[in-house]
């Protein structure tokens, strides 16, 4: 009887056991590291590695190939919030230079929607989804302020890869185009868009075609909806009050701001004397245009180079390398700007 209630009593402990492991894990899971406020993230003593990018124009197309490693210090990685480390790529992305209109938008979330001058990604979206569920329709934005990704200074974290990206508007490489204008006031460009489409920061010309209409802060057409979040899925959702959580805390309010569903409108800019569409980027939602007005090329949709290896690409499809012989214009040197 005594050996059958010490059985007992070892079955009982284990149970009790398993339960509080199981509790200590669905918590972990609900409540990831992520899911707080977020932490300044200290700056790095030195680069990674050294940066690479090149940049050319040949035949209809501009190529950007780079290693991914920006030419200012990152924050630390891997930190709180992010556990990745900062690991060289071999990006390979082409864009036409004729960009047109498309028929329709392009949903640019889950991929590069664009390429900042120093060759590192620009990414609107994340992979983090209400209660790890996919088809929740509930994604967490990286720049709402509630959750902790382990932004940098500069906006930007480090995918599982080893693929530095930015999420906002890269302050060092405004800071590094300031420097070149030489303390001159006017539209500063930061990249190139996935359908070939230039990217500009946040300050534009008041008078879209007036080049000496002085500048001025251009204001997204995206608004924080007003209410509470519908209950939705087997679990209802996450609920409470829009707050900016969540992208589908936002909406397009037509013409409630400065550009245009894709963060973007059309204009005379410094490089662009005779007028063109570009897109801006924006210190409030959006922040990195979400769509597309372009047709992207395939080159950005597709796997965009892993760390010391080659990506895999569809026979005839995506970014073909530049002609041999062609002489792009060096880097720029790395800047220990912060």
């Not at 949903?107 to 569920?133: C, K, L, Q, S």
């Not at 013409?255 to 662009?272: A, F, I, K």
Request: glycine share 10%; hydrophobic share 30%.
């Amino acid at each position: 009887m005594k050996n059958f209630a010490w059985l007992t009593s070892r079955y009982s402990l284990a149970l009790v056991l398993l339960i509080c492991i199981a509790a200590i894990a669905d918590a972990a899971l609900r409540n990831p590291p992520w899911m707080r406020p977020p932490e300044p993230i200290p700056t790095a003593k030195s680069h990674p590695a050294q940066p690479k990018v090149d940049m050319v124009e040949k035949d209809g197309f501009r190529y950007i190939s780079s290693n991914a490693i920006p030419d200012h210090l990152p924050g630390v990685f891997p930190n709180s919030g992010n556990p990745n480390t900062i690991r060289e790529q071999q990006l390979q992305f082409r864009m036409t230079l004729q960009p047109t209109f498309a028929d329709e938008l392009t949903h640019a979330v889950r991929y590069p929607m664009g390429v900042a001058i120093n060759g590192v990604p620009f990414e609107p979206g994340t992979a983090e989804v209400w209660n790890f569920d996919r088809n929740s329709g509930w994604n967490y934005d990286a720049m709402s302020g509630k959750i902790h990704l382990g932004l940098d200074h500069s906006l930007a974290h480090v995918q599982p890869t080893g693929l530095y990206h930015y999420h906002g508007i890269p302050q060092p490489v405004v800071n590094a185009r300031l420097h070149e204008l030489d303390g001159k006031k006017d539209m500063i460009l930061v990249g190139y868009a996935a359908d070939g489409f230039p990217i500009y920061t946040e300050y534009g010309y008041s008078e879209p075609d007036n080049p000496k209409s002085g500048l001025k802060k251009l204001a997204p057409s995206w608004q924080l909806k007003e209410g509470n979040r519908p209950r939705t899925g087997s679990d209802g959702g996450p609920g409470g009050q829009y707050d900016g959580t969540f992208t589908q805390d936002f909406e397009f309010v037509e013409d409630s701001g400065d550009l245009d569903q894709c963060n973007g409108r059309h204009g005379v800019t410094p490089e662009y004397p005779n007028g063109i569409y570009y897109y801006v980027l924006t210190d409030t939602y959006p922040f990195i245009p979400r769509y597309l007005r372009g047709e992207p090329d395939p080159s950005f949709s597709e796997r965009r180079g892993r760390s010391g290896q080659s990506a895999r690409r569809r026979p005839g499809a995506g970014f073909r390398p530049p002609p041999p012989g062609f002489r792009p214009p060096p880097p720029r040197r790395p800047s220990s700007e912060n």
